[in-house]
């Protein structure tokens, strides 16, 4: 049974068949969006291929089509395109359809709060690679959003994470579950979510970010060129 690609087909579906939709016309954002995809999947491929070198996590093969690239199932190089894909979609139908940047006055305190617990939680267990290694990931790149964008994009961010952990815990629910990817908890906390390592959540808050960093920043540059094309 192909699961992992099935979950890969249902991931996109939607957002894509949806990305037309007149209010959000996400496929507009189209020019920004597949560079920033590219740029998530080469950073989490390279990751990945040696995470599962190292034994961190694995794959069932009884769920794969057995089509490999890299030594990583073709599945899981889909799903750094689907994910961040549906992902970044959830971002901006919220952007369209609720007015309001409701956690815009807490971002600051949110990006705090995160920017001085995940060093203390990596520090403390520098030797599980896996939340060692996500954890100081994620507060450096917050870092550097911070340092480009400050707080303009983080408030829209953690409401668009918030909303994208149903689809989450669904679909990584269903490959942990199985499990379609294991994983080594000698790496991790050994703390669960049912089936999911509690290190998935910020896996996955880190690949949106990086993926919601570049999109915005190169949105932000054909702004800022069309700018100067009206000046001149």
């Not at 560079?35 to 040696?50: T, Y």
């Not at 034994?55 to 009884?62: D, L, P």
């Not at 001085?116 to 060692?132: C, D, E, M, R």
């Not at 908890?185 to 949106?208: H, Q």
């Amino acid at each position: 049974m192909h699961i992992y690609l099935y979950l890969n087909i249902f991931t996109i579906l939607f957002p894509l068949l949806l990305s037309f939709d007149k209010k959000v016309a996400f496929y507009r954002n189209w020019p920004a969006l597949w560079p920033a995809i590219l740029v998530n999947a080469a950073i989490f491929i390279v990751w990945d291929v040696l995470f599962t070198k190292a034994g961190v996590w694995g794959f069932n093969e009884a769920y794969l089509t057995g089509i490999y690239f890299f030594n990583l199932p073709l599945e899981e190089i889909l799903f750094f395109i689907t994910v961040p894909y549906a992902c970044v979609f959830i971002y901006d139908v919220l952007i369209a359809y609720v007015q309001k940047d409701i956690l815009q006055p807490y971002a600051k305190i949110i990006a705090f709060v995160l920017l001085l617990v995940l060093p203390l939680i990596a520090i403390f267990n520098i030797g599980q690679l896996y939340t060692s290694i996500t954890f100081i990931l994620l507060a450096i790149v917050h870092l550097v959003h911070l340092r480009y964008f400050n707080t303009h994009y983080l408030g829209r961010f953690y409401m668009a994470y918030l909303v994208h952990l149903v689809p989450f815990l669904l679909i990584n629910g269903v490959l942990t579950y199985l499990p379609v990817v294991w994983y080594n908890d000698n790496y991790n906390l050994g703390l669960r979510i049912i089936s999911i390592p509690v290190e998935d959540t910020m896996y996955s808050m880190l690949m949106l970010l990086i993926t919601i960093s570049v999109y915005e920043g190169l949105r932000q540059r054909k702004t800022v060129k069309q700018s100067e094309a009206l000046v001149v």
